[in-house]
């Protein structure tokens, strides 16, 4: 549980992909759901969960667009995999937004730490596996020597 020195979900430095754009959209995520996770510990009041909820979907779409661009463009072999999980957790949160709205559903720590849980597992499954596609950095052939700029699919 996060306490006032320890944030719920810290940034670390394992969750890099050495894409300043791509990181700085994943640091953002990670701070909005810090958000989310201390409005709901605080019982706020739903219009405020409603706001940061609706600001965490839409971060996340924006990203997922982003990232996936990325990966079609650099061809990566993952691609339509990455793709579901985003679709998959853009579906949960909409959902979720909805029936907060609606009040047919509380929103509760758990619920924040499923998305929690769902992001790191992405971070480290999916984010980690095409850091080559989405780096700063210009990809390496296996002797050192930069590689051609344009990727074989």
Not at 28 to 39: A, D, F, P, R, T
Not at 60 to 73: G, P, T
Not at 92 to 116: D, F, H, M, Q
Request: charged share 25%; hydrophobic share 40%.
């Amino acid at each position: 549980m996060a306490t006032p020195t320890t944030p719920f979900f810290p940034w670390s430095d394992d969750f890099s992909l050495k894409n300043q754009v791509i990181d700085g959209q994943h640091q953002q995520i990670v701070k909005l759901l810090g958000e989310l996770h201390e409005s709901v510990v605080n019982n706020e009041l739903k219009t405020a969960r409603v706001k940061i909820l609706t600001h965490l979907y839409d971060s996340s779409k924006a990203h997922f667009a982003f990232e996936e661009q990325l990966l079609r463009l650099h061809r990566c072999p993952r691609y339509l995999l990455h793709k579901a999980a985003h679709e998959g957790l853009a579906h949960a949160l909409k959902g979720l937004r909805e029936e907060v709205v609606s009040g047919e559903r509380k929103l509760t720590v758990e619920y924040v730490e499923l998305i929690r849980l769902w992001l790191i597992d992405h971070f480290g499954e999916f984010d980690r596996a095409g850091a080559s596609f989405l780096s700063d950095e210009p990809p390496k052939a296996a002797n050192g020597a930069d590689r051609p700029t344009a990727r074989e699919p």
